[in-house]
């Protein structure tokens, strides 16, 4: 029998991080006198749950396609319990089975509850979670991978947890989405990065594969300094106050990053930029607090 321990480094919790930065900014749009923390705290573990699926769901079918085999980068440096064996191919796919119904569960009672744009916007985020890895159309094969990881993270997640709060849509949660959503899709471009020529032995299509090694660092480099640019010019211009200006305090995590890029990246290459959209949604999150509050 795993130990709890194991099953929990199996969902990766580390990358939750995302899950709960994209959810909580979303709902801090629509703070205010009927801000519903029972929702927001529903729709924060429903999206845990989903994407603790997902990864469970994206290591089963890359160890099953031997994607993730005992010389790959990511198995080498990453607490990996199917890879290292220990945990089985049809307990990984049942715990995520259980979490996607979790998951399912709670984005079908609040679509029942606060409106049917719920439920597409779960619906898309499942199913692109899903077929990052799976069958018939891996999207993560075929240079799609960092297109879904931004759409999760930034537009659908944002999107939803601001929806649950206020039912309707807002364009500015869609514009801060933007620059969010695309730094957490650099965690997995990194991680490609470091990956090419094993990606390319496999015969792996990822965007650094399709594109070239320096496009690849190019786009990583340039979409960090994009990130900070719309940052700065929606907090003077707009629809985000100057208090968003605190998201500069994370330049300094993104030097060395765009610095990494330029060499060999290193085994941890991901977890680094992890820091950095970390740091910046945590301080986009006080920002819009401070906003609401003072």
Known sequence: MP???????????????????SV???????????????LFLLTLLGMVALHGASNLANDYFDVKN??????????????????????GLNQVLAMSAALYALGAGIGLWLA???GWPVLAIGLAGVLTGLFYTAPPLPLKYRAA?????FLIWGPLAMLGAYYVQAQRFSPAVLLVSVPFGALVSLVLLANNIRDTAHDRRQGIRTLPVVLGEARGRLLFAGLIWLAFFSMTLMSILGPLSPWSLLVLLAVPLAMP????VKGDCPDDAD????????????L???????DKTL
């Open 257 to 260: 990053l765009t610095a990494m």
């Open 112 to 114: 029942a509850t606060r």
């Open 3 to 21: 130990k709890p321990a194991t099953w929990f480094l199996a969902t990766r919790p580390w990358s939750f991080t995302m899950s709960a930065i």
């Open 66 to 87: 031997k994607v993730d085999a005992p010389d790959a980068p990511t198995v080498r440096y990453r607490p990996h319990p199917l890879a290292h064996r220990e945990l």
């Open 284 to 290: 986009l999150l006080v920002s819009l607090v401070l």
């Open 145 to 149: 991978g960092e297109v879904l990881v």
């Open 24 to 38: 909580s900014v979303g709902a801090a749009f629509a703070a205010g006198p009927g801000f519903r923390w029972d």
């Open 271 to 282: 977890a680094r930029t992890a820091k950095l959209d970390t740091a910046f949604g945590v």
